[in-house]
C-alpha cells in the first residue's frame, strides 16, 4: 500500500491549453474523490466515483472540466481550455466505501495558468 | 447545504502547551460524522481524529482530543503537549450524507519554540 498518488506535482500551462491529472488511489478502496483547494481555503468537493461510475459532480464543475475512471482503477482529471481562474491544487482521494472513517489524500497537484 | 465554519484563521501556541482549535457546523441530520484533518506546509492532508455523532464520548488519539458538543453544533480540537512538528493547517470537516466531506476554511497553527 503506497498511499494515493498524484501526477504530476505541479503543472505550468497556458492560458488555453488542455491539462490531465492522474489520480492512483489506494488499491482496495472503491471509492475516489476529486477536490480543488484554493490558495488559504479548505478543499471544494468536485465530483467522486464509486469504482468506474461517478456518482456526483458540483456545480463547480464546468462542463471544461471532465473526470473518468476507467475500470475502477486511477482516475484522470481533464481540464480543457484552462483558465487563469482554475489556478489551484487539485487533490484526489480514495476511501474504502462511504467516507464514515475518512479518506486518504494525495500530495495534490499544483496548477498554475500563466 | 452542510456549512463548517472555523473562526480563527490563525492560532499560535507554545510547545508544550494546550491549545483548542474551533469548528461549528450547521446540519439538520441527527446521525453524522465530523473529522480534524492536519495539513502541513506542501504536504498532504492527514486524518487527525474522527467522531460520530450518535457517539456521547468524545474522541481521543493520544494529545488530540475534541469537545463535541452536539446541541450546539460545535466540534472543536484540543491539542495537548503541543510540538513543533503541530505547526499545520487543520481543517475541521463533516461527512455530508455519507458521500462526501464539506471543509471548513481551515485554522493555521504555528507552534513556537
Known amino acids: 500500500d503506497t498511499g494515493v498518488s498524484q501526477n504530476p506535482r505541479h503543472k505550468i500551462t497556458k492560458r488555453g491549453q488542455n491539462v490531465t491529472f492522474r489520480c492512483d488511489p489506494i488499491?482496495?478502496?472503491?471509492?475516489l474523490y476529486w477536490y480543488r483547494q484554493t490558495l488559504g481555503q479548505g478543499p471544494e468537493f468536485l465530483t467522486y466515483?464509486?469504482?468506474?461510475?461517478?456518482?456526483?459532480k458540483s456545480r463547480l464543475l464546468s462542463d471544461r472540466f471532465s473526470a473518468e475512471r476507467p475500470k475502477g482503477s486511477f482516475s484522470t482529471l481533464e481540464i480543457q481550455r484552462t483558465e487563469q481562474g482554475d489556478s489551484a491544487m487539485y487533490l484526489c482521494?480514495?476511501?474504502?466505501?462511504?467516507?464514515?472513517?475518512?479518506?486518504?489524500f494525495g500530495s495534490g497537484t499544483r496548477l498554475t495558468v500563466v | 447545504a452542510q456549512t463548517v465554519t472555523q473562526s480563527q484563521p490563525e492560532m499560535s501556541v507554545q510547545e508544550a502547551e494546550t491549545v483548542t482549535l474551533s469548528c461549528t457546523y450547521d446540519?439538520?441530520?441527527?446521525?453524522?460524522?465530523l473529522f480534524w484533518y492536519k495539513q502541513p506546509p506542501s504536504r498532504q492532508m492527514i486524518l487527525v481524529i474522527r467522531?460520530?455523532?450518535?457517539?456521547?464520548q468524545n474522541a481521543t488519539e493520544n494529545r488530540f482530543s475534541v469537545n463535541f458538543q452536539k446541541a450546539a453544533k460545535s466540534f472543536s480540537l484540543k491539542i495537548s503537549d503541543s510540538q513543533l512538528g503541530d505547526a499545520a493547517m487543520y481543517f475541521c470537516?463533516?461527512?455530508?450524507?455519507?458521500?462526501?466531506?464539506?471543509f471548513g476554511a481551515g485554522t493555521i497553527l504555528r507552534v513556537k519554540s
Open positions: 482521494a480514495s476511501s474504502l466505501g462511504t467516507g464514515y472513517y475518512g479518506y486518504t
Open positions: 488499491s482496495e478502496h472503491n471509492r
Open positions: 466515483f464509486q469504482n468506474e461510475a461517478q456518482l456526483e
Open positions: 446540519t439538520s441530520e441527527s446521525d453524522y460524522y
Open positions: 467522531q460520530e455523532a450518535y457517539k456521547q
Open positions: 470537516a463533516y461527512l455530508w450524507e455519507g458521500n462526501k466531506l464539506v
